[in-house]
């Protein structure tokens, strides 16, 4: 049911306020940096209200798209402007509307070279625009427009503000993703062309993506393994899986903290939310068929993301790997197809945001200490930052999946729903992947460690012996507190988060197994 | 209390919480006890409360009360579902006994997910009221004793907080109500004894160990994640309960293959939790902790967990390794090896510490074997007097260490310290006599009755593993006292002095209760609270059978134990014997090489698996990850600039230039401004993202 009233703007406002944050911006001269940051944080907070406001008027006991609005917007093509959430992308939306402010408030003083508070905050601004619209976004060429559109601001964060192999790691970013989003645009127009929207009672020929789950079952079996594969591409590099992660570490190792934390918190998850909200509903058969593969793929990422880390002798880009790593048992739970699986993804997808973003964090804030991460040169950390070290003890912790935080319900419901895939899927297969994903758990915890123990571990190193090296300042308390309080309290209560998820991930493994197992 | 022990975990919780965030204020970072002493000294009392209530539960229900017990009559049905073994010619086997009572479950939904709910509670029975009173008893007189112990330290109050975080994890996980919460617990305690191991993290040795515990430990809960897993959906998906479990593991819900995978699985993490054999080599590196950590993590508490979780999901060990079957299973073989395993190994060291530390593991193997072999009270029974004999080892140790400047190496600083600290050596002696498990101390009770059980259930080879076992335990332990107590003081650091009260009432209690604890099962005297309590004699428990006291096997491991004594005596103090022998004789020499490399297996951890995953394998992947996958990327790159270039020159401007003429020069600027700016990558992947687009294009309008 369409949304009326104030409800009916909630969610334009929560994609475009931000954009209103940037044109107001823009009318500002460059100078006066102070008030760039002020409108930046004043726009992103705003926007975190209409999350509040979500938070609050959601009905939480049902399964249906809430706060939806359907207009018509390209009508030579019949796309429309459908927007609307559900469970599965409420938690997200929320995510990216809390990490936003967080990001700008730990800018604040940290504005990296070559400075410009002006484009950078706007970029940051653009970037929430285009995230936010992902998740909220029923249509799939609105989709398509948000999905690209967080290409931009984070191709020039990087290629700007980054670090000296910046403009590659940045043209590698745009150009990879841009590659798997041209088979993905390939295949909604497949899929425009295919389905039958008349069966889900619109017209013929359709983008939206609540009638294509019905419309699609018109396409036949090849056709719809071909339309699965360009999904698959676009949506499994954005994650990244392997084999087409190498993006991943040198985008990350290059961008500004900033860019690192919004990359790992909300980027990568446009991909897995991409196969939960599109791939898997719209063509369940062939996600059917893809799912071994892709549970494969997954496990291989696990240990190859693992083994990556062990072999870096620099913190981020470590860090980096272990993102390939930990998305792994994000799209290992997905290939199960089970609400259980699902559920899961969703947990660690929201887990790896705040875990994962909170360790980038930590890791730029010790670059700007000590002007490297190289993990030989670091060392002593307790000691002479003690609460910093603590904090990355308690985020090394809650990454290597401790229960009690919330990286464990992300790992160990992944885990056991693979021993139980979907009907039809292959026990001994998933079996074998559940093994192996739970041996990547030992290796996980000996990357941590190992990172903590020379980092934070031991006597600081001779050569920082007159550095002046700074515990938490406040600009890093205020935009970390959120982040370690969240990973906390979803770990003690993940009721919380799976409550939410629960009744729309029913729902829409319902509708997969209806057409995959029938 | 029965209703409501919840409050035994959170009260520690608590006041882990509480020291964190007032402990550094209270008499400037060195009055953490003052919040730790009190609240563990609430969670002892509600645990004795706890234990007197579910006594009294049994009692009534016996008395003929029915409304908590099932009725006796349930006895004949009981027969069928367990299978009872009857030894050679018919022996006796007594009725089943023990508490009938149904436990006190307590839950709270915590989250659901797929309609599965995952309950969090608490499960109040026999078996969990005896490990509350064991780990709140022993805590709080570690809290006591490290008060005096790290006095002054520079991470006092940290040192507390964690203190307290692992008596809460670790009561969390014995009440825990399902299998999940035992994780959640498992890996909690992990954690704490990994903090508190590395608690002097500026020394890496310190560092290196607890990263050891941490990672062994993390290889055996592989084993227990899988095993969990295993045991959930095989017991039908819907509950995590260890009734739940059990009960499927005993009524044919799950197949004797699964219950077997999931039992070898669980063992995993057994072998790694309580130090068996081969990943017990973490435990004793991880007496680079302080020293009253070793006493309440490493040899109390938290390797017992591992013991603990096999009683507790017996059923699933029973049925899967067959242990009713007789002969040779998983767990007794694996146990039976740690007890001489370790036993052989504690002869080979100087360091106090160490010697108890593989006395430990020597005596969880104990443990492990009884299970094994069908002997579940006797190692219930066996966990709890151990619980305070080693306790009180350890803590002796901390004194001796206290008065000899913080040196462990008994040949090095000790030696005839009984003359200066008398409290101390007759507290230790009292509980090494304990240990070696000589009348009438605890240690002979809880021993005897493994060792009767093994040899009568059918499980001869571990009656003699565990007489073996004996002798070792009571030689390794007479040369700890001649080398620190007797003979003349070999320290330089000046005269050792006695310890003050705090560190020596801890002492004398758990002297006492060595002595003590074993007559709570003292089956001679008709005292058999541990059959009557404790056990559990429900229907959906293996029935367990009982032997009568054995005069002629508690005589023959007397016998074993006073020749050991004797043996020890006239070697050490009389200084008889092949001395220097392992210097002579070459294989003498050999043998201890063997232990004194501890088996060679920290080479083959460290050395073989890790650097071989830390060197080649992960530098290999890492080296395929940068040549051949990014290689790929970027060669696809330069190939499509290099065809870009191809078509431009010899087709573009060959063939179309003339009609284009114009627009080709405009895109050619435009192209060079590019270039300039993106190092001429962009047109290579713009090429190929086209192309890539124009090749599925093209397969759609083929196959649709």
């Given amino acids: ?518 | 209390m029965l209703e409501n022990a919840f409050l035994i975990p959170l009260i520690p919780a608590l006041s882990f919480l509480l020291i964190l965030a007032f402990g550094k204020r209270i008499r400037g970072g060195q009055g953490a006890h003052l919040i730790g002493i009190p609240a563990l000294g609430v969670t002892w009392i509600l645990s004795l409360v706890t234990a007197y209530q579910w006594v009294t539960r049994v009692n009534d229900a016996n008395e003929g009360g029915e409304e908590h017990g099932l009725a006796r009559g349930a006895l004949a049905s009981v027969g069928k579902i367990g299978r009872a073994f009857v030894g050679e010619g018919g022996e006796e086997v007594e009725e089943r006994h023990g508490a009938l009572v149904e436990p006190v479950v307590k839950t709270l939904n915590w989250w659901s997910n797929a309609g599965i709910d995952f309950e969090v509670g608490t499960l109040v029975d026999g078996l969990s009221v005896m490990l509350i009173v064991v780990v709140s008893s022993i805590s709080l007189l570690v809290h006591v004793y490290s008060s005096e112990y790290v006095k002054g330290d520079r991470r006092y109050t940290h040192y507390f907080a964690f203190l307290s975080l692992f008596t809460a994890a670790m009561l969390f996980f014995v009440l825990a109500e399902n299998i999940l919460q035992m994780v959640v617990g498992w890996e909690l305690v992990g954690v704490c004894s990994f903090v508190l191991i590395g608690h002097w993290w500026e020394d890496q040795d310190n560092t290196n160990a607890s990263m050891k515990a941490f990672m062994t430990n993390r290889v055996g809960d592989i084993g227990l994640l899988v095993g969990v897993v295993i045991l959930f959906w095989s017991a039908g998906g819907t509950s995590w309960s260890i009734e739940h479990i059990n009960a499927a593991a005993l009524d044919g819900t799950m197949s004797h293959l699964v219950l077997l995978v999931a039992a070898v699985s669980l063992m995993a993490a057994v072998a790694s939790k309580s130090g068996q054999v081969p990943l017990h080599t973490w435990l004793p590196d991880a007496m680079a902790g302080p020293t009253p950590v070793s006493a309440l993590i490493h040899a109390a508490t938290m390797v017992v967990a591992g013991v603990y979780m096999v009683a507790r999901l017996y059923p699933v060990f029973y049925e899967g390794l067959s242990i009713s079957a007789g002969g040779i299973n998983l767990t007794a073989a694996a146990g039976g090896l740690t007890v001489i395993a370790g036993g052989l190994l504690a002869f080979a060291q100087n360091d106090i510490k160490k010697v108890l530390a593989y006395s430990t593991i020597s005596q969880l193997g104990y443990m492990v074997m009884a299970l094994g072999v069908g002997a579940w009270t006797a190692a219930i029974f066996h966990l709890f007097t151990h619980a305070f004999f080693k306790a009180g080892l350890f803590l002796g140790a901390g004194s001796v260490s206290h008065a000899c400047h913080h040196s462990f190496d008994m040949k090095k600083d000790m030696g005839g310290l009984r003359k200066y600290m008398p409290r101390t050596f007759i507290t230790f002696t009292i509980s090494s006599i304990a240990l070696m498990g000589i009348f009438p101390t605890a240690g002979f009770w809880s021993k005897d009755e493994i060792l009767v059980t093994a040899g009568e259930g059918g499980y001869k080879l571990f009656l003699y593993v565990g007489l073996f076992g004996a002798f070792l335990t009571t030689a390794y332990m007479m040369r700890v006292i001649w080398l620190t107590f007797f003979g003349e003081h070999r320290g330089t650091h000046g005269e050792p002095h006695e310890s003050p009260s705090r560190i020596t009432v801890p002492l004398i209690i758990l002297a006492v209760a060595s002595v003590t604890a074993g007559f709570v099962n003292a089956t001679v005297f008709g005292v058999s609270w541990m059959t009557d309590y404790i056990e559990n004699a429900r229907p959906h428990f293996p029935v367990l059978i009982h032997h009568d006291f054995s005069w002629s096997a508690a005589g023959t491991a007397t016998a074993v134990g006073l020749t050991a004594a004797a043996l020890s005596y006239l070697y050490f103090w009389r200084g008889m014997g092949p001395h220097g022998l392992t210097q002579r004789n070459k294989v003498a020499k050999a043998g201890y090489n063997v232990l004194e490399n501890k088996y060679y297996l920290d080479h083959l951890y460290t050395g073989v698996i890790v650097k071989g995953v830390r060197e080649p394998l992960a530098k290999s992947a890492y080296w395929f990850n940068q040549k051949v996958l990014d290689g790929a990327v970027d060669t696809a790159g330069r190939t499509a600039v290099s065809s870009g270039k191809f078509v431009y020159r010899y087709i573009d401007q060959m063939v179309v230039d003339g009609a284009v003429n114009g627009a080709g020069s405009a895109a050619e600027g435009s192209g060079e401004v590019l270039r300039g700016v993106q190092t001429g990558k962009l047109q290579q992947y713009g090429s190929l993202l086209f192309g890539a687009a124009t090749v599925l294009a093209i397969l759609f309008v083929i196959l649709i």
């Fill in chain 1, 1 to 518: 049911m369409d949304a009326t009233g104030f409800d009916a703007w909630v969610l334009s406002l929560a994609v475009f306020l931000p954009l209103a944050g940037v044109i107001v911006m823009m009318l500002i001269p460059k100078q006066e940096e102070h008030t760039h940051k002020l409108v930046a944080l004043g726009t992103t907070l705003a926007t975190a209200a209409v999350g509040l406001y979500i938070l609050i008027n959601y009905d939480y006991g049902t399964s249906e798209l809430q706060f939806v609005v359907d207009e018509s917007w390209i009508d030579a093509i019949n796309a429309r402007f459908i927007v609307g959430i559900d469970g599965i992308s409420m938690p997200m939306l929320i995510l990216s509307m809390v990490v936003v402010p967080l990001c700008v408030i730990y800018s604040w003083n940290h504005i990296p070279d070559p400075g410009n508070p002006k484009a950078f905050l706007a970029l940051i601004l653009l970037l929430e625009v285009g995230m936010n619209g992902t998740f909220v976004a029923q249509d799939l060429i609105l989709f398509f427009v948000f999905f690209e559109l967080v290409l931009l601001p984070m191709y020039f964060m990087i290629g700007v503000w980054g670090g000296p192999e910046r403009q590659y790691a940045a043209i590698k970013f745009f150009l990879f993703t841009l590659f798997g989003s041209a088979l993905m645009i390939v295949s909604f127009m497949a899929l425009y062309f295919l389905a039958d929207g008349t069966a889900a009672g619109v017209t013929a020929n359709t983008f939206d993506m609540r009638a294509l789950p019905l419309a699609a079952q018109a396409i036949g079996t090849t056709a719809g393994l071909w339309i699965f594969a360009g999904m698959f591409m676009g949506f499994a590099i954005k994650v990244p899986m392997f084999p087409f992660h190498t993006w991943l570490p040198d985008a990350h190792t290059q961008a500004p903290t900033v860019g690192s934390v919004l990359l790992a918190a909300i980027l990568l998850k446009l991909g897995t939310y991409g196969f939960i909200r599109i791939a898997l509903p719209i063509l369940p058969e062939a996600a059917h068929e893809w799912a071994p593969f892709i549970g494969g793929l997954a496990v291989i990422g696990i240990i190859y993301g693992a083994l990556g880390c062990l072999a870096q002798t620099d913190m981020k880009r470590l860090i980096a790997f272990s993102s390939i790593a930990h998305m792994g048992y994000v799209m290992l739970a997905i290939s199960t197809m089970t609400t259980f699986g699902i559920n899961a993804a969703i947990f660690g997808m929201v887990a790896h945001g705040l875990i994962t973003g909170m360790l980038f964090f930590v890791a730029g804030s010790l670059k700007e200490r000590y002007h490297t991460l190289e993990i030989a040169r670091l060392g002593g950390l307790l000691k002479v930052a003690p609460k910093m070290g603590w904090i990355l003890g308690l985020t090394t912790m809650a990454s290597l999946g401790l229960p009690g935080l919330a990286g464990f319900w992300g790992e160990f419901p992944a885990i056991l729903a693979s021993y139980n895939p979907a009907p039809g899927l292959s026990e001994e297969v998933f079996r074998t992947y559940m093994v192996i994903a739970a041996i990547g758990t030992v290796l996980a915890a000996g990357y941590l460690l190992w990172l903590y123990q020379r980092t934070a571990f031991g006597e600081p190193k001779e050569e920082w012996k007159d550095t002046q090296i700074d515990d938490v300042l406040p600009t890093e308390a205020i935009s970390w507190a959120p982040f370690i309080g969240a990973f906390i309290v979803l770990g003690i209560y993940p009721a919380f988060l799976f409550n939410v998820t629960d009744p729309a991930v029913s729902k829409l493994v319902e509708t997969i197994s209806a057409v995959a197992g029938g």
